[in-house]
C-alpha cells in the first residue's frame, strides 16, 4: 500500500462525524479501535502479568532474587526510554508502520521469552519487548487521536480505550496468578504472543497510514539526550525501588538523568526542527496535563504495591485472594469507563481530571481506617475500587487534555509525551513513596505513612492542576491550549 502523506485520514464517515459532532462508528471505525485497543491492552498486561510470577521464574532459570529486579527493569527501560523518540519518528515516516513493526517484534519477543533457556535469553526477550511497546504504545495513540476527530466521537475512543488499560493491569494481575498455578511462568508470556498474533493480521488491512507532510530531519542530538535522560532516570528509579538511593549506580544513573535532559531543554531551544516544541511544551493544557497525568499514575501504583503487601502480610490474604480484591476494582473501572466520555463531554477534560483528582485523594486517604481486623478487607476493596473509578477519569481526562488542540502533523509527539508520563508515573511512585512501607518495622504503620503521603500529593495536584488549567468551560471534552505565558 502506498504511503498516505496526509496529516490524518479523511473518510466520509470521518467527515460527517466532524459535521454532526456525534460519537456513532462505521463498521470499520469499530474494527479500527478494536485493533488499537488491543495492542494497547497488551502491552498494558505485560506490565503486571508476570509479577507473581517471578519466585518461579528464577527457579526455573536459575535467577538470584536480586536478579529477578531485571525481568521488570528489562522491559521498563527500553518501553520509557525510547517512547518520545518513537512517537516522533512515527509522525516523520509512518504512524501505521512503525505500528506494524512494534506488534511484529512484540510477539517475537514474547515467544523468545516463552521459551528462554537461561537468564540472558529471557533478558533479551524482556528488552526487546519493552523496545516494541515504546513503538506501538505512541503511534498506537495517535493513530487513535487521527483517525477520530475532536469531540464526541475522540471521547468515546480514548474512553475504550483508557478502560482497557486500567483493566489491562488488573487482569495481568488476577491472570498471572492462575495462569503460573495452573500452567507455569512460562504461559504469562506465552499469553502475549497469542494477543500478537491475533492482532497482527487484522490490522494492515484496517488501519490508515498518517504522518507529517512535510519530512524534517529527525533531531538527533535531540534525540539521543532525550533517550539517555528517560533511560538513566528509569534505571535509577527501578534499582531504588529494591536496593534504595544508597548505591553508587543509583545517585550516578540519576545525576546522568538530570544532566542529559537538562541537555535536551538547550538542544531543543535551538534547534531548527526539534524532536519535542517547546512552544508545545508551554501549552497549559499540555504542561498541567502531564503533571496530572504523572500524578495519578505514581500515586495509584504506590496504593496498589502498599495494599498488595498489607492484604498479604497483615491481613494474611492468599495471592488469588488478592488479585480478586484488585479484581473488583478492575470490574468498577471497566464499567465507568462507558459513562468518562459523557462526563468529560457534560464538564468537560479539565473539570473531569481536576475533580477526578480530588475523588482519588479523598478515597486514598478513606484507606487510613485499615487496620489489622479481618473486616478491613471490605474497606480496602470498596475504597481502592472507587479511587480505581476516579483514577480511571483521571487516565482519560488528562490524555484528550493534552491532545486536544494540537495539530494532526505533532500528534505522535503529544501522544508520546502523554505515554512517557504514564510510565515514568509508573516508575516512580513506588521507589519514592513504596520504600516507607517496605522498611518500616511494622508494616501497618508505615502503610499508613505511605497513603497519608499520598492523598496529601494526590488531593494538591487536584489544585495546582485546576489553577493551571483554568479556562472557561468548554463546549465538549475539549480544552483551551493556551501557552503558559498567556492570560
Not at 459532532?21 to 505485560?46: E, I, N, P, Y
Not at 487513535?144 to 468515546?156: I, K, S, V, W
Not at 481530571?353 to 485523594?361: N, R
Not at 482519560?396 to 486536544?404: D, K, N, P
Request: net charge neutral.
Amino acid at each position: 500500500m502506498a504511503i498516505d502523506t496526509t496529516t490524518s485520514p479523511t473518510t466520509p464517515e470521518r467527515d460527517e462525524r466532524e459535521l454532526l459532532g456525534t460519537s456513532r462508528m462505521s463498521t470499520r471505525d469499530k474494527l479500527v479501535l478494536f485493533v488499537l485497543c488491543a495492542a494497547q491492552f497488551m502491552v498494558a498486561l505485560d506490565f503486571s502479568v508476570l509479577n507473581v510470577a517471578l519466585p518461579g521464574l528464577g527457579r526455573d532459570l536459575g535467577m538470584s532474587r536480586s536478579a529477578l529486579q531485571w525481568a521488570v527493569t528489562a522491559f521498563a527501560l527500553p518501553s520509557g526510554g525510547f517512547l518520545l523518540l518513537f512517537g516522533r519518528i512515527g509522525d516523520l515516516y509512518g504512524r501505521r508502520k512503525l505500528f506494524l513493526t512494534g506488534l511484529a517484534l512484540f510477539g517475537a519477543a514474547s515467544l523468545l521469552a516463552t521459551f528462554a533457556w537461561d537468564p540472558a535469553s529471557f533478558l533479551a526477550g524482556r528488552a526487546v519487548q519493552g523496545l516494541a511497546a515504546a513503538a506501538i504504545v505512541p503511534t498506537g495513540m495517535s493513530l487513535l487521536t487521527t483517525t477520530f476527530p475532536e469531540g464526541p466521537a475522540r471521547d468515546r475512543a480514548l474512553g475504550i480505550s483508557g478502560t482497557l488499560l486500567s483493566l489491562g493491569f488488573t487482569v495481568g494481575m488476577v491472570s498471572g496468578g492462575v495462569l503460573t498455578d495452573a500452567f507455569g511462568w512460562r504461559s504469562t508470556m506465552g499469553l502475549l504472543s497469542v494477543f500478537a498474533l491475533i492482532v497482527l493480521p487484522s490490522a494492515p488491512g484496517l488501519l490508515p497510514e498518517s504522518r507529517t507532510p512535510d519530512r524534517p530531519r529527525l533531531d538527533v542530538p535531540g534525540a539521543i539526550t532525550v533517550t539517555g535522560g528517560l533511560l538513566s532516570l528509569i534505571y535509577a528509579l527501578s534499582t531504588a525501588a529494591d536496593h534504595g538511593f544508597g548505591r553508587a549506580d543509583v545517585l550516578t544513573t540519576l545525576a546522568a538523568g538530570a544532566l542529559l535532559l537538562t541537555a535536551f531543554v538547550i538542544v531543543e531551544s535551538r534547534a531548527g526542527a526539534p524532536l519535542v516544541s517547546l512552544p508545545m511544551l508551554r501549552r497549559r493544557t499540555v504542561a498541567w496535563g502531564n503533571v496530572g497525568g504523572l500524578v495519578t499514575f505514581s500515586m495509584m501504583s504506590t496504593v496498589i504495591f502498599v495494599l498488595t503487601l498489607y492484604l498479604q502480610e497483615t491481613l494474611r490474604l492468599s495471592a488469588f485472594e488478592t488479585g480478586l480484591v484488585f479484581g473488583v476494582q478492575g470490574v468498577l473501572s471497566a464499567g465507568a469507563g462507558t459513562y468518562a466520555p459523557k462526563v468529560i463531554g457534560r464538564f468537560g477534560a479539565r473539570r473531569t481530571l481536576v475533580g477526578s483528582l480530588a475523588g482519588q485523594g479523598v478515597l486514598i486517604a478513606a484507606l487510613l481506617g485499615l487496620n489489622a481486623h479481618p473486616w478491613s478487607v471490605w474497606l480496602a476493596t470498596a475504597a481502592v475500587s472507587l479511587a480505581g473509578v476516579c483514577h480511571l477519569g483521571a487516565i482519560i481526562s488528562y490524555g484528550l487534555t493534552v491532545t486536544s488542540g494540537v495539530p494532526d502533523e505533532e500528534q505522535g509527539l503529544a501522544t508520546g509525551l502523554v505515554t512517557s508520563t504514564q510510565q515514568v508515573g509508573i516508575t516512580v511512585g513506588i521507589p519514592l513513596l513504596g520504600v516507607l512501607a517496605t522498611t518500616s518495622d511494622d508494616l501497618l504503620s508505615g502503610v499508613h505513612t505511605v497513603l497519608a503521603l499520598d492523598a496529601a500529593i494526590v488531593l494538591a495536584a487536584a489544585v495546582l492542576v485546576g489553577l493551571g488549567l483554568r479556562t472557561g468551560r468548554p463546549a465538549s471534552g475539549a480544552v483551551e491550549a493556551k501557552p503558559l505565558g498567556s492570560r
